[in-house]
């Protein structure tokens, strides 16, 4: 898709109360229409689906995609006569076996596959891809089954993120990077902005030798701490396009965070969006206006108009003053088990495990903390707490 192609590329939007199969399969058809994916996009195409299974938490949690939702989208290809259609994703861990097949079985994938016949990916292997025009981002290693597809249908949550502001379509796409080069990735970008700018070279990567449509489960959404431990919030709404970055417009702007995203910010500056709602082009296809939702962001997106002010100082004391304001993850001592999981994804190894009072405890070195917040992401037991500095208090 050009770049003129994707700016111009509409957002279909509809009403959906609850997760009944047969009204999302009905919606998403007329999605479908109005996105320019009609029956004879699909045929005889090799399709992967790659919905938001970043965690083993149950469907009711709105970590993840809902499996009606994917059930709805995969009943459609399969009726549009796709050659080959399989189920991908690399969840927030190993890739491998073991670990993936437990959180197919929690999400509700594994029962969604045993029912329908829908193919899960057991290639654990992945696929560099080469992407000369990267601002960021010059080669990335993908999942095989993305990497030899012809299209991905992204199906993504909205729920607010702590690091991005907002995880959904173009965020979700991060998953297709195998396993623990994830956490790789977030020291190779361990400044928020320059991570979002790799999120948009890699959602640009895909789309020079794939088709991408983006399918949006926002029948339940996510607040708060998100993408985790965030708290459900019932929106009503599914939203469907093939641009991740319009989608994710339309996203902010129904969850009334807009301008959170800094990816969207840069996605505008590249013209591949406009940044505003009012420049996106929407179909409603069940209801007559956009579904609005306000929705709590993260704990580390919450600040004050001073506290705006004051970390919009960047360079201020070679960067070391807006440094000190940002909010960062924090061990929660009473609800941390000692398992582990934290260390092991921490990007830059910040973390480690200490006994204190005969109980093994994680502790994180503050000094070399990037504030990525994989550890409260993947925190199995949500014992890591975002924190501000004492002197917010103050201002507010």
Do not use: W
Not at 144 to 172: F, Q, R, W
Not at 307 to 321: D, E
Not at 341 to 366: D, F, H, Y
């Amino acid at each position: 898709m050009d770049h003129d192609t994707m700016r111009c590329a509409p957002v279909a939007v509809s009403r959906c109360e609850d997760y009944d199969e047969t009204l999302i399969e009905e919606v998403l058809e007329s999605h479908f229409a109005a996105a320019g994916a009609d029956e004879s996009y699909f045929r005889g195409k090799r399709v992967v689906l790659k919905p938001n299974l970043v965690s083993a938490k149950k469907p009711e949690y709105a970590v993840t995609t809902h499996p009606a939702v994917v059930e709805a989208v995969y009943r459609l290809v399969k009726k549009s006569g796709a050659a080959d259609v399989v189920l991908a994703e690399s969840a927030g861990g190993p890739y491998s076996a073991a670990f993936m097949n437990r959180i197919l079985d929690v999400t509700g994938m594994k029962d969604l596959s045993d029912r329908t016949g829908l193919r899960l990916n057991d290639d654990y292997s992945g696929v560099a891809i080469p992407f000369a025009e990267g601002k960021k981002l010059k080669n990335v290693e993908v999942l095989k089954p993305v990497a030899e597809s012809d299209i991905i249908v992204n199906i993504c949550k909205l729920k607010t993120h702590s690091l991005t502001g907002l995880s959904c379509a173009t965020k979700n796409l991060f998953g297709v990077i195998p396993g623990v080069l994830k956490f790789e990735m977030h020291a190779a970008y361990p400044d928020p902005e320059e991570f979002c700018r790799m999120l948009v070279d890699l959602n640009l990567s895909l789309l020079q030798s794939h088709e991408v449509l983006n399918v949006c489960d926002a029948v339940v959404a996510m607040e708060g701490n998100g993408p985790t431990h965030g708290t459900p919030v019932p929106m009503g709404c599914i939203m469907t396009s093939k641009s991740a970055f319009a989608l994710d417009v339309v996203a902010e702007h129904a969850a009334c965070i807009e301008g959170m995203a800094k990816y969207l910010d840069i996605a505008a500056e590249l013209g591949l969006v406009p940044r505003e709602i009012d420049g996106v082009k929407v179909i409603n296809c069940k209801t007559g206006q956009i579904v609005q939702k306000k929705l709590t962001p993260p704990d580390s997106k919450k600040m004050s108009f001073s506290m705006r002010v004051l970390t919009g100082m960047p360079n201020l004391f070679g960067g070391r003053f807006s440094r000190f304001f940002e909010p960062r993850p924090s061990v929660n001592r009473k609800k941390c088990i000692g398992c582990g999981n934290c260390a092991r994804v921490c990007p830059e190894k910040t973390i480690t495990m200490k006994k204190t009072k005969g109980k093994k405890l994680a502790t994180i070195k503050r000094d070399r903390c990037i504030r990525c917040f994989c550890c409260q992401e993947l925190c199995p037991h949500g014992a890591v707490d975002t924190v501000k500095n004492p002197l917010i208090k103050l201002i507010h």
